[in-house]
């Protein structure tokens, strides 16, 4: 198992590590950590029982329905399937997790490409930047906007009705970006593409069963059931139709074990140092004017230097205002698409590109991704403001 470790692998245990340490030496307090940890308990279900979901529902093949027929639904023509493909990619992004996106959701579309002869790079650059872009509606579309959520005293329809705005001018950014810099005619070449032929899936009950257990999900969500237990409910149904019909399928690679000990790991390590100096940098970083432009910004840059949550978690913690909270999530979600290390999503993203033999290059990824950053924070931040 030691062997299988990757580097990722090996920075997540080692964050835990460090926050064990920081708790067996006092520089955190035990109930400090306590206390901390208190607060993720939930979101950790949350998290296991969703990725649990959205990995059966692949394995039940609903998403390579869905994106096969979105490819048909096309008929050849490109800046359909633009569209189509944007909101397959923001719907699951909004509802079932930007990780299930970047994770899931790309190797999908990456065999789609080459039964329908589609350039391979529009559809993953599709994936990754929407996973980031379009994660501000709802509480569980990103780890942040939950960690937010006791913070600012709003519930998923409260937390939705004060981003919506903000969420349309991201996607609509980022749909402008996708199609200048990579969809239209001069980028991927080709004219037209060959809508592929419709394959029967392997297992119509799994298949039902995880389609069921998403609009359960959905509906559960919309009626104010908690997360953890909506994802739970679901996730329930789904491993309980796998149990029946191909329980070879259920392993504990399903268990995101490293999503887990990272996420206690930065628990750990980001409140240790926020009580030695680190709140006083993030204070005197975001100023004292709560302009949430530089908040944003300041949200955004950490985010490309460091990963979108240990900046989410380091800023957080001295933003006193919930409208200036709203902001540093804006500049956490939409602002990780610069670097390849910005967000989670960003780094299993192009270990799956890899896999696929995707060439993504690079320096076109950064000067694309910084453009889409600064003008989506602009576009995002003002929707915001305006709404206000």
């Not at 690679?253 to 100096?277: D, E, N």
């Not at 990780?336 to 270990?351: D, K």
Request: glycine share 6%; hydrophobic share 60%; aromatic share 10%.
């Amino acid at each position: 198992m030691w062997r299988r470790l990757g580097v990722l692998d090996w920075i997540r245990i080692g964050l835990l590590a460090l926050g064990l340490l920081f708790v067996a030496t006092g520089a955190l307090p035990l109930r400090d950590a306590a206390e901390s940890l208190d607060t993720i308990w939930p979101l950790m279900i949350f998290l296991v029982a969703v990725i649990v979901l959205a990995e059966l529902t692949k394995e039940a093949q609903v998403f390579d329905v869905i994106a096969a027929r979105l490819a048909v639904f096309g008929r050849g023509n490109y800046a359909a399937l633009f569209l189509l493909c944007t909101a397959f990619a923001s719907f699951v992004t909004i509802f079932l997790n930007l990780d299930t996106t970047a994770v899931l959701l790309t190797p999908v579309m990456l065999a789609l490409a080459p039964r329908a002869r589609i350039a391979a790079l529009p559809l993953a650059m599709t994936t990754i930047w929407l996973a980031n872009t379009a994660s501000l509606l709802l509480p569980v579309s990103n780890l942040t906007n939950l960690l937010a959520m006791n913070k600012l005293g709003l519930d998923a329809q409260q937390f939705a009705a004060r981003m919506w705005a903000p969420q349309l001018a991201a996607i609509a950014v980022t749909m402008a970006f996708l199609w200048i810099f990579y969809w239209r005619r001069g980028q991927r070449r080709d004219a037209r593409y060959t809508p592929p032929l419709l394959e029967p899936v392997a297992d119509r009950v799994v298949f039902a069963a995880a389609s069921v257990a998403c609009v359960v999900f959905i509906v559960a969500l919309l009626l104010k059931v908690h997360v953890a237990v909506a994802a739970s409910a679901a996730a329930l149904i789904v491993v309980l139709a796998f149990l029946v019909r191909q329980r070879g399928r259920l392993t504990w690679r399903l268990v995101p074990w490293q999503l887990v000990i990272f996420v206690t790991g930065l628990f750990l390590v980001v409140p240790t140092l926020s009580r030695h100096g680190l709140a006083d940098l993030m204070s005197w970083m975001i100023g004292g004017d709560h302009d949430p432009y530089r908040t944003a910004a300041v949200g955004a840059g950490l985010s490309n230097a460091i990963n979108n949550l240990p900046a989410y978690q380091a800023v957080q913690q001295v933003v006193p205002h919930q409208d200036q909270l709203l902001a540093l999530l804006a500049g956490t979600n939409v602002g990780p698409v610069i670097t390849p290390w910005a967000s989670l999503a960003t780094l299993l993203w192009f270990e799956s590109c890899r896999r696929h033999d995707v060439k993504v290059p690079m320096r076109r990824f950064l000067l694309t991704g910084a453009g889409l950053a600064v003008v989506g924070l602009l576009a995002t931040v003002w929707a915001l403001v305006a709404t206000t």
